[in-house]
């Protein structure tokens, strides 16, 4: 496959275009709540959807394909309980690195102010939107441009990561997003299935924002008021 011009913009799209959108908007103050960052991340996939009928190729070059209904509700399962496995694996090593943690649950808890529908609809275009470009055009283009399965992958991963640094999610919080980074981008390489790595992706999430709430901050206490009678012997007007 040779390198065109309508390719290597997919390719940027595909691993910084999340970063320049965000440059964009808040050039132009496009800015908003949680909600209204989640919904103008559909705005990557839609391009790169762009680029590939551009490409005048179909979708299957860009992993979307499924064998059978069994199968992909196989991958599935696999693919979920490989993600939350290996989080309960890690969780001890990971409270013993950095900050322990704190920056990544800060981050989770800042989704509790929404509704369940609303972080649903957060896991789901978190899945749809970062694995259609960074898995399933920024893999199967660099594989194909360079003939190396593995060094599409190490860049997907990494462009895949240093996608998350920003507001919600800080370098210590970046640093273990690493982890299921590296995992979704192992799966993708052994399923080749976007459809899969969609599920998978969005139920992972699903997960985390359903026990948002545990990691949200604590209210603070409202201090008892002092009684005027109090104040008032201690000289307080």
Do not use: C
């Amino acid at each position: 496959m040779e390198l065109t011009p309508v390719t290597a913009v997919g390719l940027v799209v595909a691993l910084v275009g999340f970063e320049l959108l965000h440059r964009l908007r808040k050039r132009f103050g496009w800015t908003g709540g949680t909600l209204s960052d989640h919904a103008w991340k559909w705005v990557i996939p839609v391009l790169v959807v762009l680029v590939v009928l551009a490409e005048g190729k179909s979708f299957d070059s860009i992993g979307w394909h499924v064998e059978s209904a069994l199968l992909l509700v196989w991958q599935t399962a696999v693919g979920l309980a490989v993600m939350l496995g290996s989080n309960l694996l890690l969780a001890p090593l990971w409270a013993r690195v950095g900050d322990g943690g704190e920056s990544l649950a800060k981050g989770i808890g800042s989704f509790a102010s929404l509704s369940m529908p609303e972080r649903l609809f957060v896991a789901a275009t978190a899945g749809v939107t970062e694995e259609i470009p960074y898995h399933g055009y920024a893999v199967e283009r660099l594989a194909a441009l360079t003939g190396s399965l593995p060094f599409a992958g190490i860049i997907s991963f990494l462009a895949f990561t240093l996608g998350h640094l920003g507001e919600t999610w800080d370098r210590q919080a970046v640093l273990r997003i690493a982890q299921p980074a590296l995992v979704t981008t192992l799966l993708y390489l052994w399923f080749r299935s976007l459809p899969a790595l969609i599920a998978i992706h969005a139920l992972n999430d699903a997960v985390g924002l359903l026990v948002a709430d545990r990691y949200a901050p604590a209210e603070e206490e409202e201090e008892e008021e002092t009684p005027h009678v109090v104040r008032w012997l201690e000289g307080e007007q």
